[in-house]
């Protein structure tokens, strides 16, 4: 079973997490971790299934929208994602098809029917330093008590968890690895692999990847209003128009919606990560994905 625990920084700063196996989730993580992670394994996965698998802070509502509005053929904004992680699979079992489901999750935890090839995945994999920027700031707009309860830490805090993996999901250079590996040896076809800056740069060719690899027939433009209406500023407007507030969220924020959309800016790190921070994170980088498949932009 997991159990709870409390990781501390050299400057104090602290995460009330529960751990299993070695690996570390949160609060809301459904029931007692084991028992989930065994209900996700075996579930029932339907052809026309769509898994949007990311690190934290890495582009899962932006992938989930584009998706949603692909499967439904509607440039309506699709909220949050159902995630695999939050929800229980008597739920998951009940929602109708086509079912589009996210997951922080790593690709060895997902349904074994979808590691053999049913369904299909969408992986969005974003550089590593705008990856903690956006988490650092993400958590600071959350105010909640119960929150403050669990999390306090500060940006020095945050990068030694961040480095040492003593974070929700592990360290991204582990997270990274682990898609290297299914890239590698997965033999199915029904993985699409997605970088975040290269989204940013040309996101309507993506569209067209996403869309051809969904098998969705849409018109070309069709795809140019779902690529306008998935842009940074719009998918932040749609999502103050939609906002409602959610039970499952009530603890971490006074008005029970989570700040998801803030720059969504590729070089951000620049406003946060010291000369020496980043001169040490680089040697770490160079290190761990010195035989990655993956490579990022960091401007």
């Not at 086509?98 to 369904?119: I, N, V």
């Not at 974003?126 to 707009?141: A, E, G, I």
């Amino acid at each position: 079973m997991a159990e709870p625990v409390t990781v501390r920084s050299k400057d104090g700063s602290f995460m009330k997490m529960f751990i299993y196996n070695g690996k570390y989730y949160v609060a809301h993580f459904v029931g007692n971790v084991k028992d989930h992670l065994a209900a996700i394994e075996t579930m029932e996965v339907r052809e026309d299934d769509t898994f949007v698998l990311t690190y934290p802070k890495s582009g899962t509502h932006w992938a989930y929208n584009l998706a949603g509005m692909l499967r439904t053929g509607k440039t309506t904004y699709q909220g949050s994602p159902i995630f695999l992680d939050y929800t229980d699979i008597e739920t998951i079992n009940s929602l109708p098809s086509p079912r589009l489901l996210a997951s922080h999750l790593t690709f060895d935890f997902m349904p074994k029917q979808l590691r053999e090839g049913k369904g299909k995945v969408l992986t969005v994999l974003r550089n590593p330093k705008d990856v903690m920027s956006s988490l650092y700031t993400f958590v600071k707009k959350l105010d909640h008590p119960d929150f403050y309860e669990r999390y306090q830490f500060s940006w020095d805090g945050l990068l030694e968890f961040f480095m040492d993996g003593k974070i929700v999901y592990g360290t991204w250079f582990d997270y990274v690895q682990n898609w290297d590996k299914v890239r590698r040896e997965h033999k199915e076809n029904n993985i699409l692999y997605f970088i975040y800056e290269d989204m940013k740069q040309d996101l309507l060719s993506h569209v067209n990847k996403l869309a051809a690899f969904l098998g969705t027939s849409c018109e070309q433009d069709f795809l140019h209003k779902v690529t306008e209406k998935c842009t940074f500023k719009n998918m932040a407007i749609d999502a103050t128009k939609a906002y409602t507030p959610s039970e499952q969220w009530k603890t971490i924020s006074t008005n029970q919606q989570l700040p998801i959309y803030r720059k969504g800016e590729v070089g951000d790190w620049k406003n946060y990560f010291t000369v020496a921070q980043n001169e040490h994170f680089d040697e770490v980088y160079e290190e761990k994905m010195k035989n990655s498949m993956f490579s990022f932009r960091f401007v």
